[in-house]
Protein backbone atom coordinates (compact mmCIF):
# COMPACT_ATOMS: atom_id res chain seq x y z
CA UNK A 1 0.00 0.00 0.00
CA UNK A 2 1.71 3.36 -1.15
CA UNK A 3 1.32 6.47 1.38
CA UNK A 4 0.78 9.56 -0.13
CA UNK A 5 3.88 12.21 0.29
CA UNK A 6 5.72 9.15 1.05
CA UNK A 7 5.59 6.64 -1.21
CA UNK A 8 4.63 9.47 -4.11
CA UNK A 9 3.71 12.50 -4.70
CA UNK A 10 2.45 14.70 -7.33
CA UNK A 11 0.65 11.53 -9.94
CA UNK A 12 -0.99 14.17 -12.44
CA UNK A 13 0.40 13.00 -16.01
CA UNK A 14 -0.85 14.60 -19.46
CA UNK A 15 -2.55 13.07 -22.72
CA UNK A 16 -2.71 14.60 -25.43
CA UNK A 17 -6.19 16.46 -26.83
CA UNK A 18 -8.17 15.38 -29.45
CA UNK A 19 -7.54 19.17 -30.93
CA UNK A 20 -3.89 18.59 -31.37
CA UNK A 21 -4.06 15.23 -32.70
CA UNK A 22 -6.72 16.09 -35.40
CA UNK A 23 -4.97 19.61 -36.01
CA UNK A 24 -1.76 17.56 -37.13
CA UNK A 25 -3.40 14.66 -39.06
CA UNK A 26 -5.07 17.53 -40.80
CA UNK A 27 -1.71 18.82 -41.57
CA UNK A 28 -0.19 15.90 -42.70
CA UNK A 29 -3.02 15.46 -45.64
CA UNK A 30 -2.62 19.18 -46.41
CA UNK A 31 1.18 18.82 -46.82
CA UNK A 32 1.62 15.31 -47.94
CA UNK A 33 3.53 14.59 -45.35
CA UNK A 34 4.08 10.93 -43.71
CA UNK A 35 2.26 9.85 -40.71
CA UNK A 36 4.56 6.94 -38.43
CA UNK A 37 3.41 5.47 -35.69
CA UNK A 38 5.94 4.21 -33.34
CA UNK A 39 5.30 2.04 -29.88
CA UNK A 40 7.87 2.31 -26.55
CA UNK A 41 8.02 -1.72 -25.10
CA UNK A 42 8.09 -1.64 -21.23
CA UNK A 43 7.54 1.73 -21.16
CA UNK A 44 7.15 2.40 -17.36
CA UNK A 45 9.77 0.45 -16.41
CA UNK A 46 12.17 2.38 -17.98
CA UNK A 47 11.65 5.55 -16.02
CA UNK A 48 13.95 6.83 -12.47
CA UNK A 49 12.04 6.94 -8.94
CA UNK A 50 12.28 10.28 -7.14
CA UNK A 51 10.91 8.84 -4.25
CA UNK A 52 12.85 5.37 -2.28
CA UNK A 53 9.92 2.74 -2.52
CA UNK A 54 10.39 -0.45 -1.21
CA UNK A 55 8.50 -3.44 -2.23
CA UNK A 56 7.99 -7.62 -1.14
CA UNK A 57 9.45 -9.89 -4.40
CA UNK A 58 6.45 -12.24 -5.16
CA UNK A 59 6.48 -16.01 -5.32
CA UNK A 60 8.55 -16.81 -8.25
CA UNK A 61 11.92 -15.57 -7.60
CA UNK A 62 13.80 -18.03 -6.24
CA UNK A 63 15.11 -18.25 -3.37
CA UNK A 64 14.55 -14.25 -3.34
CA UNK A 65 10.82 -14.95 -2.87
CA UNK A 66 9.42 -12.74 0.05
CA UNK A 67 12.73 -10.55 0.44
CA UNK A 68 12.10 -6.76 0.73
CA UNK A 69 13.76 -4.92 -1.88
CA UNK A 70 13.92 -1.15 -2.97
CA UNK A 71 13.21 -0.44 -6.25
CA UNK A 72 15.53 1.42 -8.74
CA UNK A 73 12.90 1.59 -11.56
CA UNK A 74 9.53 2.69 -12.04
CA UNK A 75 7.17 -0.54 -11.89
CA UNK A 76 3.88 -1.20 -13.49
CA UNK A 77 1.35 -0.60 -10.32
CA UNK A 78 3.11 2.36 -8.67
CA UNK A 79 0.48 5.26 -8.64
CA UNK A 80 3.47 7.86 -10.24
CA UNK A 81 4.74 5.21 -13.05
CA UNK A 82 2.72 6.90 -15.31
CA UNK A 83 4.07 10.86 -14.48
CA UNK A 84 7.51 9.47 -14.14
CA UNK A 85 7.76 8.05 -17.53
CA UNK A 86 6.33 11.15 -19.50
CA UNK A 87 8.99 13.27 -17.33
CA UNK A 88 11.83 10.10 -18.90
CA UNK A 89 10.18 10.18 -21.71
CA UNK A 90 10.47 14.18 -22.47
CA UNK A 91 13.96 14.95 -20.83
CA UNK A 92 14.79 12.13 -24.04
CA UNK A 93 13.24 13.28 -26.54
CA UNK A 94 14.49 17.26 -25.48
CA UNK A 95 17.88 15.69 -26.07
CA UNK A 96 16.76 14.63 -29.28
CA UNK A 97 16.60 18.58 -30.08
CA UNK A 98 12.54 18.14 -29.91
CA UNK A 99 11.11 22.06 -28.10
CA UNK A 100 7.85 20.79 -26.26
CA UNK A 101 4.57 22.53 -26.99
CA UNK A 102 3.03 25.15 -24.30
CA UNK A 103 -0.34 24.38 -25.34
CA UNK A 104 -0.30 20.28 -25.29
CA UNK A 105 2.56 18.79 -22.76
CA UNK A 106 2.48 15.84 -25.37
CA UNK A 107 3.08 17.43 -28.81
CA UNK A 108 6.97 17.95 -30.11
CA UNK A 109 8.36 19.78 -32.77
CA UNK A 110 11.84 19.40 -34.29
CA UNK A 111 13.71 22.33 -36.30
CA UNK A 112 16.17 22.52 -38.47
CA UNK A 113 17.40 26.13 -40.19
CA UNK A 114 14.06 27.80 -38.64
CA UNK A 115 12.27 25.17 -39.75
CA UNK A 116 9.68 22.90 -38.42
CA UNK A 117 10.95 19.13 -40.01
CA UNK A 118 8.76 16.80 -37.98
CA UNK A 119 6.18 17.05 -35.36
CA UNK A 120 5.10 14.12 -32.90
CA UNK A 121 2.36 13.55 -30.89
CA UNK A 122 2.59 11.30 -27.57
CA UNK A 123 -0.12 8.95 -25.76
CA UNK A 124 1.63 7.48 -22.60
CA UNK A 125 3.42 5.10 -24.63
CA UNK A 126 2.16 5.46 -28.47
CA UNK A 127 4.18 7.69 -30.38
CA UNK A 128 3.01 9.48 -34.22
CA UNK A 129 5.39 11.27 -35.91
CA UNK A 130 4.41 13.59 -38.51
CA UNK A 131 6.78 14.48 -41.44
CA UNK A 132 8.72 12.59 -44.54
CA UNK A 133 9.24 9.12 -43.75
CA UNK A 134 13.39 8.96 -43.78
CA UNK A 135 13.16 11.44 -40.98
CA UNK A 136 10.75 9.80 -38.87
CA UNK A 137 12.55 6.37 -39.27
CA UNK A 138 15.68 8.37 -38.07
CA UNK A 139 14.09 9.39 -34.97
CA UNK A 140 12.95 6.00 -34.22
CA UNK A 141 16.57 5.11 -34.51
CA UNK A 142 17.63 7.68 -32.49
CA UNK A 143 14.95 7.23 -29.47
CA UNK A 144 15.83 3.60 -29.51
CA UNK A 145 19.14 3.78 -28.67
CA UNK A 146 17.69 5.66 -24.87
CA UNK A 147 14.46 3.67 -24.71
CA UNK A 148 13.16 0.39 -26.64
CA UNK A 149 11.40 1.41 -29.14
CA UNK A 150 9.06 -0.43 -32.17
CA UNK A 151 8.52 0.90 -35.49
CA UNK A 152 4.90 0.01 -36.54
CA UNK A 153 5.51 1.96 -40.25
CA UNK A 154 2.52 4.06 -41.34
CA UNK A 155 -0.17 4.73 -38.75
CA UNK A 156 -3.30 2.92 -39.08
CA UNK A 157 -4.74 2.49 -35.60
CA UNK A 158 -4.38 5.02 -33.01
CA UNK A 159 -6.27 5.56 -29.91
CA UNK A 160 -9.15 3.46 -30.85
CA UNK A 161 -9.57 5.44 -34.26
CA UNK A 162 -8.32 3.96 -37.65
CA UNK A 163 -6.66 5.90 -39.94
CA UNK A 164 -6.82 5.72 -43.89
CA UNK A 165 -5.25 7.68 -46.72
CA UNK A 166 -5.38 7.84 -50.33
CA UNK A 167 -1.98 9.57 -51.14
CA UNK A 168 -3.31 10.39 -54.62
CA UNK A 169 -6.39 12.01 -53.83
CA UNK A 170 -5.00 13.55 -50.69
CA UNK A 171 -7.25 12.07 -48.05
CA UNK A 172 -7.43 11.40 -45.06
CA UNK A 173 -10.06 9.68 -43.00
CA UNK A 174 -10.46 8.60 -39.17
CA UNK A 175 -12.96 6.45 -37.99
CA UNK A 176 -14.32 4.64 -35.07
CA UNK A 177 -16.36 1.32 -36.91
CA UNK A 178 -15.09 -1.06 -34.57
CA UNK A 179 -15.71 0.37 -31.70
CA UNK A 180 -19.18 1.37 -32.54
CA UNK A 181 -20.15 -1.38 -33.64
CA UNK A 182 -18.70 -3.12 -30.32
CA UNK A 183 -20.72 -0.59 -28.07
CA UNK A 184 -23.78 -1.75 -29.75
CA UNK A 185 -23.53 -5.13 -29.90
CA UNK A 186 -22.74 -4.64 -25.73
CA UNK A 187 -25.97 -3.07 -25.58
CA UNK A 188 -28.07 -5.24 -28.23
CA UNK A 189 -28.55 -2.40 -30.97
CA UNK A 190 -28.65 -3.96 -34.15
CA UNK A 191 -30.05 -0.83 -36.12
CA UNK A 192 -31.59 2.66 -35.68
CA UNK A 193 -32.95 5.80 -37.59
CA UNK A 194 -32.09 7.76 -39.91
CA UNK A 195 -30.87 10.58 -37.13
CA UNK A 196 -30.05 10.71 -33.38
CA UNK A 197 -32.23 12.33 -32.07
CA UNK A 198 -35.31 12.51 -33.87
CA UNK A 199 -37.96 16.23 -33.15
CA UNK A 200 -40.85 14.61 -32.09
CA UNK A 201 -38.72 12.97 -28.78
CA UNK A 202 -39.54 14.77 -25.87
CA UNK A 203 -36.88 14.19 -23.04
CA UNK A 204 -38.38 16.86 -20.83
CA UNK A 205 -42.38 14.85 -21.55
CA UNK A 206 -41.85 12.22 -18.09
CA UNK A 207 -43.43 11.54 -14.52
CA UNK A 208 -41.13 13.52 -12.11
CA UNK A 209 -42.00 10.72 -9.58
CA UNK A 210 -41.34 8.38 -12.27
CA UNK A 211 -38.43 5.88 -10.66
CA UNK A 212 -34.65 6.09 -11.89
CA UNK A 213 -34.15 3.33 -14.20
CA UNK A 214 -31.84 0.54 -13.19
CA UNK A 215 -30.23 0.75 -16.59
CA UNK A 216 -26.12 1.74 -17.25
CA UNK A 217 -27.29 5.24 -18.45
CA UNK A 218 -23.67 6.82 -17.68
CA UNK A 219 -21.76 4.29 -18.77
CA UNK A 220 -23.41 4.39 -22.37
CA UNK A 221 -23.52 8.15 -22.31
CA UNK A 222 -19.62 8.50 -21.57
CA UNK A 223 -19.25 6.16 -24.49
CA UNK A 224 -21.71 8.23 -26.96
CA UNK A 225 -19.11 11.28 -25.68
CA UNK A 226 -15.85 9.39 -26.41
CA UNK A 227 -17.73 8.85 -30.45
CA UNK A 228 -18.97 12.78 -30.58
CA UNK A 229 -15.51 14.02 -29.32
CA UNK A 230 -13.46 11.87 -31.68
CA UNK A 231 -14.94 10.95 -35.03
CA UNK A 232 -18.47 11.98 -34.71
CA UNK A 233 -19.67 16.17 -33.82
CA UNK A 234 -22.90 14.43 -35.75
CA UNK A 235 -24.26 13.35 -32.77
CA UNK A 236 -22.49 15.58 -29.86
CA UNK A 237 -26.09 18.05 -29.77
CA UNK A 238 -27.76 14.62 -29.29
CA UNK A 239 -25.36 12.95 -26.80
CA UNK A 240 -25.59 16.80 -24.84
CA UNK A 241 -29.11 16.39 -24.60
CA UNK A 242 -29.43 13.01 -22.72
CA UNK A 243 -26.36 13.42 -20.87
CA UNK A 244 -28.13 16.32 -18.82
CA UNK A 245 -29.61 13.76 -17.18
CA UNK A 246 -27.10 11.45 -15.92
CA UNK A 247 -27.84 12.63 -12.31
CA UNK A 248 -31.46 10.33 -12.61
CA UNK A 249 -32.39 9.12 -15.83
CA UNK A 250 -36.06 7.82 -16.47
CA UNK A 251 -36.49 5.38 -19.20
CA UNK A 252 -37.47 7.71 -21.85
CA UNK A 253 -34.19 9.11 -21.33
CA UNK A 254 -32.39 5.51 -21.43
CA UNK A 255 -34.18 5.14 -24.94
CA UNK A 256 -32.96 8.18 -26.46
CA UNK A 257 -29.49 6.92 -25.67
CA UNK A 258 -30.38 3.83 -27.31
CA UNK A 259 -31.97 5.52 -30.58
CA UNK A 260 -28.20 7.58 -30.38
CA UNK A 261 -26.43 4.42 -30.73
CA UNK A 262 -28.77 3.03 -32.86
CA UNK A 263 -28.26 5.55 -35.17
CA UNK A 264 -24.10 4.96 -34.64
CA UNK A 265 -24.39 1.70 -35.39
CA UNK A 266 -26.68 2.70 -38.63
CA UNK A 267 -23.83 5.12 -39.40
CA UNK A 268 -20.72 3.21 -38.14
CA UNK A 269 -18.71 3.66 -41.02
CA UNK A 270 -18.63 7.37 -40.83
CA UNK A 271 -16.08 9.78 -39.68
CA UNK A 272 -13.98 12.77 -39.83
CA UNK A 273 -12.48 13.05 -43.46
CA UNK A 274 -9.55 15.67 -44.49
CA UNK A 275 -9.26 16.97 -48.18
CA UNK A 276 -5.73 18.62 -49.34
CA UNK A 277 -6.09 21.79 -51.03
CA UNK A 278 -9.44 22.25 -49.74
CA UNK A 279 -8.59 25.95 -48.43
CA UNK A 280 -6.18 28.30 -48.75
CA UNK A 281 -3.51 28.96 -46.99
CA UNK A 282 -4.77 29.86 -43.24
CA UNK A 283 -8.06 31.05 -45.09
CA UNK A 284 -11.25 29.46 -43.18
CA UNK A 285 -15.08 29.82 -43.13
CA UNK A 286 -17.22 29.69 -39.86
CA UNK A 287 -21.21 28.79 -39.25
CA UNK A 288 -22.69 30.11 -35.99
CA UNK A 289 -25.63 29.16 -34.07
CA UNK A 290 -26.92 30.85 -31.29
CA UNK A 291 -23.90 31.96 -29.89
CA UNK A 292 -20.08 31.79 -30.79
CA UNK A 293 -16.85 33.41 -29.01
CA UNK A 294 -14.01 33.86 -31.21
CA UNK A 295 -10.56 35.24 -30.82
CA UNK A 296 -8.43 36.45 -33.36
CA UNK A 297 -4.94 36.39 -34.37
CA UNK A 298 -2.39 38.19 -35.72
CA UNK A 299 -1.83 38.60 -39.59
CA UNK A 300 -5.07 36.61 -40.57
CA UNK A 301 -7.14 37.36 -43.34
CA UNK A 302 -10.94 38.20 -43.08
CA UNK A 303 -13.05 35.70 -41.47
CA UNK A 304 -16.40 34.96 -42.94
CA UNK A 305 -19.08 34.12 -40.25
CA UNK A 306 -22.08 33.17 -41.03
CA UNK A 307 -25.00 33.90 -39.08
CA UNK A 308 -29.01 33.45 -39.32
CA UNK A 309 -29.65 36.02 -36.46
CA UNK A 310 -30.13 39.11 -37.61
CA UNK A 311 -30.44 41.10 -34.48
CA UNK A 312 -27.04 39.71 -33.44
CA UNK A 313 -25.93 40.47 -37.34
CA UNK A 314 -27.16 44.36 -36.49
CA UNK A 315 -25.89 44.67 -32.79
CA UNK A 316 -22.18 43.23 -34.23
CA UNK A 317 -21.97 45.54 -36.83
CA UNK A 318 -23.90 48.83 -34.83
CA UNK A 319 -23.18 50.22 -31.36
CA UNK A 320 -26.95 49.45 -30.71
CA UNK A 321 -27.89 50.19 -27.30
CA UNK A 322 -31.53 49.61 -26.04
CA UNK A 323 -33.70 47.33 -23.11
CA UNK A 324 -33.49 44.82 -25.29
CA UNK A 325 -29.48 44.11 -25.19
CA UNK A 326 -28.71 46.08 -21.70
CA UNK A 327 -28.02 42.17 -20.81
CA UNK A 328 -25.01 41.59 -23.05
CA UNK A 329 -21.70 42.05 -21.30
CA UNK A 330 -19.44 44.19 -22.71
CA UNK A 331 -16.60 41.84 -22.66
CA UNK A 332 -18.87 40.14 -25.46
CA UNK A 333 -18.75 43.12 -28.08
CA UNK A 334 -15.09 42.01 -28.76
CA UNK A 335 -17.11 40.43 -32.01
CA UNK A 336 -17.82 44.21 -33.06
CA UNK A 337 -14.53 45.12 -32.39
CA UNK A 338 -13.26 42.36 -34.53
CA UNK A 339 -15.74 43.32 -37.33
CA UNK A 340 -14.50 47.06 -36.98
CA UNK A 341 -10.74 45.73 -37.54
CA UNK A 342 -12.00 43.85 -40.59
CA UNK A 343 -10.53 40.90 -39.07
CA UNK A 344 -14.15 39.07 -39.45
CA UNK A 345 -17.36 39.89 -41.82
CA UNK A 346 -20.58 38.68 -40.33
CA UNK A 347 -22.67 37.41 -43.77
CA UNK A 348 -26.48 36.39 -43.14
CA UNK A 349 -27.16 33.06 -44.00
CA UNK A 350 -30.50 31.55 -44.33
CA UNK A 351 -31.69 28.97 -41.51
CA UNK A 352 -31.89 26.13 -44.20
CA UNK A 353 -27.85 26.68 -44.57
CA UNK A 354 -26.94 27.14 -41.21
CA UNK A 355 -24.41 24.59 -41.03
CA UNK A 356 -24.11 24.86 -37.27
CA UNK A 357 -27.73 23.96 -36.69
CA UNK A 358 -27.10 20.27 -36.06
CA UNK A 359 -24.35 20.59 -33.85
CA UNK A 360 -27.06 22.62 -30.97
CA UNK A 361 -30.56 21.71 -31.75
CA UNK A 362 -32.61 18.30 -32.95
CA UNK A 363 -33.78 18.90 -36.71
CA UNK A 364 -35.82 17.13 -39.21
CA UNK A 365 -34.64 14.69 -40.85
CA UNK A 366 -33.92 15.85 -44.15
CA UNK A 367 -32.32 19.09 -42.64
CA UNK A 368 -29.60 16.88 -40.36
CA UNK A 369 -29.04 15.07 -43.82
CA UNK A 370 -28.16 17.92 -45.41
CA UNK A 371 -25.82 19.16 -42.93
CA UNK A 372 -23.98 16.31 -41.95
CA UNK A 373 -23.24 15.78 -46.02
CA UNK A 374 -22.06 19.56 -45.84
CA UNK A 375 -18.57 19.61 -47.25
CA UNK A 376 -17.87 22.99 -45.39
CA UNK A 377 -17.94 21.63 -41.59
CA UNK A 378 -14.63 23.71 -40.48
CA UNK A 379 -12.97 22.64 -37.40
CA UNK A 380 -10.77 25.38 -35.37
CA UNK A 381 -7.94 23.96 -33.45
CA UNK A 382 -5.45 26.53 -31.15
CA UNK A 383 -2.08 25.23 -31.54
CA UNK A 384 1.20 26.52 -30.07
CA UNK A 385 1.38 30.36 -29.97
CA UNK A 386 -1.38 31.11 -33.37
CA UNK A 387 -4.34 29.92 -34.09
CA UNK A 388 -4.25 27.37 -36.88
CA UNK A 389 -6.97 26.57 -39.12
CA UNK A 390 -7.89 23.15 -40.66
CA UNK A 391 -10.87 22.07 -42.85
CA UNK A 392 -13.02 18.07 -42.38
CA UNK A 393 -16.09 17.46 -42.41
CA UNK A 394 -18.20 13.64 -41.92
CA UNK A 395 -18.92 11.79 -44.55
CA UNK A 396 -21.21 8.71 -44.96
CA UNK A 397 -20.63 6.05 -47.51
CA UNK A 398 -23.08 7.04 -49.60
CA UNK A 399 -26.96 8.49 -49.17
CA UNK A 400 -29.48 5.95 -46.68
CA UNK A 401 -30.84 4.69 -49.80
CA UNK A 402 -26.96 2.95 -50.26
CA UNK A 403 -26.49 1.58 -46.82
CA UNK A 404 -27.58 -2.47 -47.23
CA UNK A 405 -24.98 -2.27 -49.92
CA UNK A 406 -22.54 -1.05 -48.56
CA UNK A 407 -22.98 -2.09 -44.86
CA UNK A 408 -20.00 -4.40 -43.61
CA UNK A 409 -19.74 -7.55 -41.71
CA UNK A 410 -20.52 -7.08 -37.60
CA UNK A 411 -16.84 -6.60 -35.82
CA UNK A 412 -14.83 -4.79 -39.01
CA UNK A 413 -14.06 -2.05 -40.12
CA UNK A 414 -14.55 -0.39 -44.00
CA UNK A 415 -11.20 -0.45 -45.55
CA UNK A 416 -12.77 0.30 -49.03
CA UNK A 417 -11.80 3.37 -50.63
CA UNK A 418 -12.17 7.00 -49.08
CA UNK A 419 -15.39 8.69 -50.45
Given amino acids: MQ ?26 CEQNLDLCHFDIQ ?38 QASRQWHAHLTRCLLLLGFVQCLADAC ?11 MIIVVHVDDIFAVGQKERCDKFGSDLNEMVPVKNLGELR ?48 DFDENEACADVPFRELVGSLMWLATQTRPDIANAVRAVARYCA ?38 VFVDVDYASKAADRMPCIPVFEDNKGAIQIAHSPITNSNSKHIDVRHHFIRELVERKEISITHV ?43 HTYPFGSDRRVPALRPCRHEYYDGPIL
Avoid at 48 to 72: A, H, N, T
Avoid at 259 to 272: A, E, F, K, Q
Fill in 157 to 204: WYSACFYQRDLERGLLRISQQRFAEELAAEYGVEWGKSVPLPVSVKLT
Fill in 107 to 117: VFRLMEDGCVI
Fill in 350 to 392: PSEFQHADFLTKAISKESFALHRLCDQFAVKEVFWDQIVFCRG
Fill in 42 to 79: QAFVQSELEEDVFMRLPQGCGRLSGLIVKLCKSLYGLK
Fill in 248 to 285: SPKMVHWKAALGNLGYVRRTSWMGIRFERGVVTGMSMQ
Fill in 3 to 28: RASIDFGELFAPTVSVSSVRLLAALA
